[in-house]
């Protein structure tokens, strides 16, 4: 059974920061693409992050280059998203999805991530 289950989400202050985990089970996640997706409210879902199955690449949407950072870690079937200097509009859901072969997707069920005073 296939398995992708955030957690890291919360309440954090403008210029805080968070880090999220997606751990993964029932697949060959070495062999997967990872990304973040984020969803604002009344917003379409938006690409965050994407690193590739061996981290030799990994992509940002201009909206978080230089504040967000995309890992992962095999050995342990989990990928993370390490966000600095957060910003009220960075509040949605955020969720994980593997990639296989660009033809298998799996999606996590999402965290809430809050950027409030």
């Known amino acids: 059974q296939v398995q992708l289950v955030e957690s890291g989400g919360g309440l954090v202050q403008p210029g805080g920061s968070l880090r999220l985990s997606c751990v993964a089970s029932?697949?060959?996640?070495?062999?997967?693409?990872m990304s973040w997706y984020r969803q604002a409210p009344g917003k379409e879902r938006e690409l965050v992050a994407l690193?590739?199955?061996?981290?030799?690449?990994?992509n940002y949407a201009d909206a978080v280059k230089g504040r967000f950072t995309i890992s992962r870690d095999n050995a342990k079937n989990t990928s993370y998203l390490q966000m600095t200097s957060l910003k009220p509009e960075d509040t949605a859901v955020y969720s994980c999805?593997?990639?296989?072969?660009?033809?298998?997707?799996?999606w996590g069920q999402g965290t809430q991530v809050t950027v409030s005073l």
């Open positions: 999805k593997a990639n296989l072969r660009g033809l298998e997707n799996y």
């Open positions: 690193i590739t199955a061996t981290g030799s690449f990994r």
């Open positions: 029932g697949f060959a996640f070495s062999s997967a693409t």
